[in-house]
């Protein structure tokens, strides 16, 4: 279940709450309708929190702490949904099932990557600064890994680069097909989980991918056959590459597959 994804299933649980009468409010929309956080102490990987329940406490005219037990058995019936407790006086703290992973792959790999826009280094840098900050005539346009948009350009060229040679030796994604065990594998997870400022956030996947790529290769090398660790490798690779592809498309920056 990606971010965006829980998100609707909040706002479900919302209007199924508003819709029985166990709640009176106007139901939250758009793209800021109901905003997910890290808990401060969550334990594991799969767990957000959202203080929704705060925020229609007032409108409802009951406590928070209500309201969140109120929807809290309607959230914690959604698919992929494994607990959800209210903490803090009024939080839902959400734990994702323990297939999330594969789930988040999947659903990433089921849509396509944006379509790059026209390669244009003066422009793309341009809009990079409008909304990251730095010099758009000079520091964005230097060709290092120490320049984020350069970063994260090269992180999406790299995945549709691993993509081709894959299609070549025939090896095809399967988040299913073995577990993600390398530390730097669970928190590129993390980081395409995460639903931050794209400025912030899709230079954290991009640095997390190369680091995953330095320690282990995501194709087999040398007389290495085949086998599931490529498959299970390769989704997470091109579920990277379609993050990064949307979140640069979304800012109006191209996102070459050759760089």
Known sequence: MTPTQLSQAVLRSVRGAV???????????GPDGVA????????????????????????????????????????????????VRVT???????????????????ALLAAPPAPSLPDDPALDAARWAAVAGGDPAGGLLVQRVSNPLFL?????????????????????????????????????????RDAGRPAVRLPSIAEALLTVEALRPTLPTGDEKPGAVH????????????????????????APEWL
Not at 19 to 29: D, K, M, N, T
């Open 231 to 254: 498959r299970a490798r390769l989704a997470l690779a091109q579920a990277t590459g379609t993050v990064l592809a949307d979140g640069l498309h979304d800012l109006g920056v191209s």
């Open 36 to 83: 997910l956080r890290r808990p401060p102490r969550h334990v594991g990987a799969h767990a957000w929190s959202t203080g929704i329940a705060l925020r229609l406490a007032g409108p409802a005219g009951l406590p928070a702490a209500e309201v969140a037990g109120r929807l809290r058995a309607r959230l914690a019936a959604e698919p992929g949904v494994a607990e």
């Open 152 to 192: 994260v350009r090269y992180a999406r060229s790299r995945c549709a680069a691993l993509a081709r040679g894959a299609a070549a030796l025939g090896v095809v994604p399967d988040p299913d097909a073995a577990p993600f065990e390398l530390p730097a594998e669970r928190e590129l997870l993390a980081a395409l």
């Open 19 to 29: 819709a029985s009468g166990e709640l009176r409010v106007a139901v939250p929309e």
């Open 88 to 106: 803090g006086g009024g939080f839902l703290t959400i734990a994702l099932a323990a297939d999330a992973e594969p789930a988040l792959l999947r």
